[in-house]
């Protein structure tokens, strides 16, 4: 089964760069989608494809995703993006696969 | 405006069925494939299933801990998604959230608020 791992926890300063890391095997050849989830609420999807970003969401919010790791970053962060952030890929056999996601602490 | 409102959840107990319902509206409801995902309480997303869209056949996919007691169908008529779910288990006690589903190269672009579902006896 395709596994997607994901550090438990981020923190940064208000107006700092935050970086999460997605790892799994060669996930390059892969789709990555990232989702933020606020405490209570639904997830909402801030990048899809590797890089490309919903209508609405913000330019800070940007990804990557090279041989076996994704990241999203989040530059110039705010308080309100405190939250749960998942990465997603596709994968053949096991169809939707989450990572285990990170929770990012504004400091 | 596109919205997905679940419904359906509440308090069951080991070996029982359940039906949550998902309205759908501000898209073609007929032409949109569709997720069910859940979150256990505390824990990270876990994809259940998807319907494909009637245009390209309508068919099912389901993760592994939910093969054979979960079915996923939908209501053209009503624009409502549904899941079935026989057998539960305590380890399906969750939030379940319904989400369009764009395919592996888009995600999973529009979520409900989820419903929770409660497993005890």
């Known amino acids: 089964s395709y596994v997607l791992t994901q550090a438990p926890s981020v923190s940064v300063a208000p107006g700092q760069t935050a970086r999460f890391t997605c790892g799994g095997n060669?996930?390059?050849?892969?789709?990555v989608h990232w989702y933020q989830q606020k405490p209570g609420q639904a997830p909402v999807l801030v990048i899809y494809?590797?890089?490309d970003r919903p209508s609405g969401i913000p330019e800070r919010f940007s990804g990557s995703n090279s041989e076996n790791t994704a990241t999203l970053t989040i530059s110039s962060v705010e308080a309100g993006d405190e939250a749960d952030y998942f990465c997603?890929?596709?994968?053949?056999?096991?169809?939707?696969?989450f990572g285990g996601g990170t929770k990012l602490t504004v400091l | 405006e596109v919205q997905l409102v679940e419904s359906g959840g509440g308090l069951v107990k080991p070996g029982e069925s359940l039906r949550l319902s998902c309205a759908v509206s501000?898209?073609?409801?007929?032409?949109?494939?569709m997720s069910w995902v859940r979150q256990a309480p505390g824990k990270g997303l876990e994809w259940v299933g998807r319907?494909?869209?009637?245009?390209?056949?309508?068919?099912?996919d389901y993760a592994a801990p939910v093969k054979g007691r979960f079915t996923i169908s939908r209501d053209h008529s009503q624009n409502t998604l549904f899941l079935q779910m026989n057998s539960l288990k305590t380890e399906d006690t969750a939030v379940y959230y319904c989400?369009?589903?764009?395919?592996?190269?888009?995600?999973?672009?529009?979520w409900g608020q989820g419903t929770l579902v409660t497993v005890s006896s």
């Open positions: 989400s369009t589903d764009s395919g592996s190269y888009y995600g999973l672009e529009y």
């Open positions: 501000g898209v073609t409801f007929r032409n949109t494939w």
């Open positions: 319907i494909k869209s009637t245009t390209d056949g309508g068919a099912t």
């Open positions: 060669n996930i390059r050849r892969k789709s």
């Open positions: 494809n590797d890089s």
């Open positions: 997603q890929v596709w994968d053949n056999s096991d169809l939707w696969v």
